[in-house]
């Protein structure tokens, strides 16, 4: 008796195992990527930003229940604005891991966590899940397709849903929607 159970116990973690798709992901290979518009009567005399925001750990399950969980050091984030002065992209830094934007000594860590992966086609799923930034967690949907081995997609959050002012001077500010894309690959 003891036997088929310890049998029936084995074959059960077998297709467990089977069946869990767990990976990690390469965060190496991966990008996450934030871009941040302008807006105001003088926003031509403003700069879209564009931000890298590396990878710190996360991973997927690419079994029958697709889910994923996504960490970022939010003191890793860097202004990449290309045609802007070092200078200037300094300062855009400084506002934005300082207190007014993502305060990122006391709020270190970024996550998203998918709770539920609806299929949208061959190789594309939506993904509702939870972003923490700040210290505020807000609902987000997600769309992801699967292109050559590899995750991409976008989103699209408002600054002020995690209690952010978006920055500026008069007559021109950061808009307060700001678009993130991702390029995701799996580690082998």
Known sequence: MRRAVFLAAMSLMCVLSVSAQQHKIDTQKSTLTIHVGKTGVFSGLGHEHEIHAPIHSGTADT???PAVEIHVDARSLRVIDKGESEKDRAEVQKTMLGPEVLDSEHHQEIVFKSMVAEPAGQGRWTLRGKLTLRGQTRPV????TLKDGHYAGETTVKQTDFEIKPPG???????DE???????????
């Open 178 to 188: 700001v678009r993130i894309e991702f390029d995701v690959r799996l580690a082998s």
């Open 141 to 144: 949907t997600v769309t992801v």
């Open 169 to 175: 001077k008069a007559g021109v500010r950061a808009k």
């Open 63 to 65: 079994g029958s229940h």
